[in-house]
C-alpha cells in the first residue's frame, strides 16, 4: 500500500473510477442509486475532496465487489485522512504543491527537467530562501517554513528506498548567478557533492546543443505498484499542472528522451560545473 496520504488518496480514486467503469455507469447513474448527486461520486473519483470509510463502504456494496477490496479501499480512505510531516509547515506550502510532495514520497522513479535554476532536490539552504524571497508574496515566516521543508524533501536521495532520480538541467541553470558568486559557488559543489553520495544522475543541457524540446521544466514521477500509473508534474507561481494519462506521459517521456540524448554525458557533466565553481572563485 502506498505510503503517503497523498498517494493514497490518489489510488483510491483510480480503483472508485475503475470499479464504475467496469459496471458501465455514470458517475449521475451511481449518485442517483445511492441518493447522492454525481458531483460527489466525480469528487470521489477525482480526489478533490476528502472520502468517508462510510461512503467507500457503500460503493463498494453497490459495485459488489470482494469484502477484501472493500475492507482495502476503506483502510485507503481511513489512511488518506492522516496529516503528512510536510503539512507541519502548511501556511509555507500551497495546496497545490502538498499534493505533489505526496506523490514525490512514494515515487520509484523521478525524471526532471530544469531550465530555469537548479533542481529543488540539489539546492542549498541559502540558494533555496534567495529563490523563495526574489517576489515572494510570503512573510519571512513562511518563506523560512517553505525553506525547510525543500531541505527535509532531500532525505529522499540518500533514502535506501528512495526513487531512482535523473536529473537534466540546463547550462543557463548552472551559470546564473543568483544571490552572489560565493553563493553560488557553495551551491554548484553542493550539487557535486549530492550526486557523488547518492545514486542520482545528473546532465547539463550545454548553450551549443541546438534544437530541443521547448516543454519548459517538468518532472515525470513514477511508482512502484503497477495500479498507480506515471504522472508529469508543472508548476507556475500560483498554481500547478498535474497530467495522467497515456498519452501525456508518452510524449513529455519522449521529450525527456531527447534532452538526455542532447545532454551531454554525466562525467562531462560533472566537469562543466567544476569549471563553473572555478569561474565563481575567480
Same mark, same amino acid.
Given at each position: 500500500m502506498a505510503g503517503s496520504p497523498t498517494a493514497r488518496r490518489r489510488r483510491l480514486s483510480i480503483e472508485l473510477k475503475k470499479l464504475r467503469e467496469q459496471s458501465a455507469l455514470t458517475c449521475a447513474q451511481v449518485g442517483e442509486a445511492l441518493d447522492w448527486s454525481g458531483s460527489k461520486v466525480n469528487r470521489m473519483e477525482t480526489g478533490s475532496g476528502r472520502v468517508q470509510p462510510s461512503d467507500v463502504d457503500a460503493l463498494c456494496r453497490f459495485y459488489d465487489t470482494s469484502d477484501e477490496l472493500r475492507e482495502f479501499l476503506k483502510a485507503l480512505a481511513r489512511q488518506a485522512k492522516t496529516r503528512s510531516w510536510w503539512q507541519v509547515h502548511s501556511s509555507g506550502v500551497p495546496e497545490w504543491f502538498s499534493i505533489y510532495i505526496g506523490l514525490e514520497q512514494d515515487a520509484s522513479t523521478l525524471r526532471q527537467y530544469q531550465c530555469e535554476v537548479l533542481p529543488g532536490l540539489l539546492q542549498t539552504e541559502p540558494y533555496a530562501r534567495e529563490l523563495h524571497?526574489?517576489?515572494?508574496?510570503?512573510?519571512?515566516? !513562511?518563506?523560512? @517554513? +517553505?525553506?525547510?521543508?525543500?531541505?527535509?524533501?532531500?532525505?529522499?536521495?540518500?533514502a535506501p528506498d528512495g526513487p531512482d532520480c535523473w536529473f537534466i538541467v540546463s547550462e543557463g541553470a548552472v551559470r546564473r548567478v543568483i544571490g552572489d558568486h560565493e553563493l553560488m559557488r557553495v551551491q554548484l559543489e553542493h550539487v557535486l557533492?549530492?550526486?557523488?553520495?547518492?545514486?542520482?544522475?545528473?546532465?547539463?543541457?550545454?548553450f551549443d546543443a541546438g534544437t530541443c524540446p521547448t516543454t519548459g521544466s517538468f518532472t515525470i514521477l513514477?511508482?512502484?505498484d503497477p495500479e498507480d500509473p506515471d504522472l508529469v508534474y508543472r508548476d507556475g507561481i500560483t498554481d500547478a499542472m498535474y497530467l495522467e494519462g497515456e498519452p501525456h506521459v508518452r510524449e513529455y517521456?519522449?521529450?525527456? !528522451?531527447?534532452? @538526455? +540524448?542532447?545532454?551531454?554525458?554525466?562525467r562531462r557533466s560533472i566537469q562543466l560545473i567544476k569549471n563553473a565553481v572555478k569561474e565563481c572563485t575567480r
Amino acid at each position: 500500500m502506498a505510503g503517503s496520504p497523498t498517494a493514497r488518496r490518489r489510488r483510491l480514486s483510480i480503483e472508485l473510477k475503475k470499479l464504475r467503469e467496469q459496471s458501465a455507469l455514470t458517475c449521475a447513474q451511481v449518485g442517483e442509486a445511492l441518493d447522492w448527486s454525481g458531483s460527489k461520486v466525480n469528487r470521489m473519483e477525482t480526489g478533490s475532496g476528502r472520502v468517508q470509510p462510510s461512503d467507500v463502504d457503500a460503493l463498494c456494496r453497490f459495485y459488489d465487489t470482494s469484502d477484501e477490496l472493500r475492507e482495502f479501499l476503506k483502510a485507503l480512505a481511513r489512511q488518506a485522512k492522516t496529516r503528512s510531516w510536510w503539512q507541519v509547515h502548511s501556511s509555507g506550502v500551497p495546496e497545490w504543491f502538498s499534493i505533489y510532495i505526496g506523490l514525490e514520497q512514494d515515487a520509484s522513479t523521478l525524471r526532471q527537467y530544469q531550465c530555469e535554476v537548479l533542481p529543488g532536490l540539489l539546492q542549498t539552504e541559502p540558494y533555496a530562501r534567495e529563490l523563495h524571497t526574489c517576489g515572494s508574496y510570503l512573510p519571512p515566516e !513562511d518563506i523560512e @517554513r +517553505a525553506v525547510r521543508v525543500r531541505l527535509e524533501r532531500q532525505s529522499m536521495l540518500s533514502a535506501p528506498d528512495g526513487p531512482d532520480c535523473w536529473f537534466i538541467v540546463s547550462e543557463g541553470a548552472v551559470r546564473r548567478v543568483i544571490g552572489d558568486h560565493e553563493l553560488m559557488r557553495v551551491q554548484l559543489e553542493h550539487v557535486l557533492d549530492a550526486v557523488e553520495r547518492s545514486s542520482a544522475t545528473l546532465q547539463v543541457l550545454p548553450f551549443d546543443a541546438g534544437t530541443c524540446p521547448t516543454t519548459g521544466s517538468f518532472t515525470i514521477l513514477g511508482f512502484p505498484d503497477p495500479e498507480d500509473p506515471d504522472l508529469v508534474y508543472r508548476d507556475g507561481i500560483t498554481d500547478a499542472m498535474y497530467l495522467e494519462g497515456e498519452p501525456h506521459v508518452r510524449e513529455y517521456n519522449r521529450a525527456f !528522451d531527447e534532452l @538526455r +540524448a542532447a545532454a551531454l554525458s554525466p562525467r562531462r557533466s560533472i566537469q562543466l560545473i567544476k569549471n563553473a565553481v572555478k569561474e565563481c572563485t575567480r
